[in-house]
């Protein structure tokens, strides 16, 4: 998908602007979290402004044909006031909830209790349908004092809570060395963490699916960005902005549709052979189908299988503050940046500056 291109006029002067019809909120930091009340404003002001983190220049973003939006974050509590007022512009959403268990690691100290962070994960179920919010424990950590066994328990204590109020289950295997900011974090707070070899993976997702399998939770297992084909334990590489999900959510909205390439189509009748339907194809209700149009974002990672969006998040900006971030070059880095933003909350711009 090519973006439209649309022209501004901010305070008498004419600027460009991206148009997307998806918006990723966001790979980079928690906007559900930390900044919904400012996404929120920008929608309604119709456009945001997006600092580009390698060369400082500002890319302005146009809401005006954006009809889907990809929330991700680890406490969408906030998010849930304004779950309205997209409903009322006609903006559909899924959420990638990471819903993580490390609460006695000192991993993840900035984020709620695990019990409020469950019962968001119910509210928003219940909201937006279970295949709208998915479950996402992620990254796997090892280190001296969370073994495999340690994990497995983690995942089977939230996933007998949950596995109810979603479809899927997606996670990674936190690859420390390779990220020198992780590295630096993790290290810096003295996280005696351990990498993960091909046995030790192969290990946790044979176990995974078979906890799955026994619990009866029939959740689809994904990994993200991970290169190991782990398809002989029924797990496949997810695609986090998903676009056969898209079109399942949002496939009555025809203009979103027909960007995407995708005719919805009815099938001939009730008693149709459905092994007849053609190869590709995802049904939905009222005996409809489509068949899959998802392609990959060449701009992504080879081992990321997510469709083009435009994501609207911004580097240091994560007051989360979790110990193995990717997204912070260094906690004062968040923290500063936050604080810009609570003296300009509604500016063009997460940080206002």
Known sequence: MAWKKVTLNINGLSVEAQAPEIISASRSTDIPAFYADWFFHRLEAGYSVWNNPFNGMKSYVSFQNTRFIVFWSKNPKPLLPYLPVLKEKGIG????FTLNDYEEDGLETGIPPLEERIGTFKALSEILGKEAVIWRFDPLILTDGISIDTLLKKIERI???????????????????????????MDGSGIPYREWDRQSMEELAGRLSRL?????????????GENLDLGRYRISRNRCIDGDLIARLAWKDRELMSAMGICVQEQPG?????????????????????ISNHRKDPGQRTACGCMVSKDIGEYNTCPHLCEYCYANASKRAATDNWKMHLKHPTGETITGK
């Open 159 to 185: 996933g007998t809570e949950i596995h109810g109020c979603t479809e899927k289950l997606v996670f990674s295997f936190a690859d420390i060395a390779t990220y020198r900011r992780v590295k630096a974090n």
């Open 212 to 224: 799955n399998r026994d619990k009866g939770w029939r959740l689809e297992l994904a990994t993200c």
């Open 93 to 96: 959403c899924y959420v990638q």
């Open 270 to 290: 009730p008693d149709f052979d459905m092994n007849a339907l053609p190869y590709g194809a995802v049904l939905l209700p009222g005996n409809r189908y489509f």
